[in-house]
């Protein structure tokens, strides 16, 4: 199935080569979307740098991963 999704990576437009735009659009969803906090179990937690995740409802601020949030 196609995907319909559009990418984040469009705002590159044709420069640094195919590979690595697909690369970065992978990443930049994990990134950017919301995670599980380990604490309140709410799906509310964002990441603020690399590595520094918060929940927006406990306040909880973790380190976990760069790009994701490992659920254990
Ligand atoms: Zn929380």
């Not at 990418?7 to 990134?31: F, M, N, T």
């Not at 509310?44 to 995740?53: F, Q, S």
């Amino acid at each position: 199935m196609a995907d319909t999704t559009k990418s984040p990576a469009k705002r590159l437009g044709s420069r640094y080569g195919r590979r690595v735009r697909h690369k970065l659009k992978d990443i930049e969803i994990l990134q950017k979307k919301s995670y599980k906090c380990p604490y309140c179990n709410a799906i509310r937690v964002r990441r603020l740098a690399a590595g520094i995740w918060q929940c927006s409802k406990c306040k909880a601020k973790f380190a976990n991963k760069a790009y994701t949030v490992k659920a254990e």
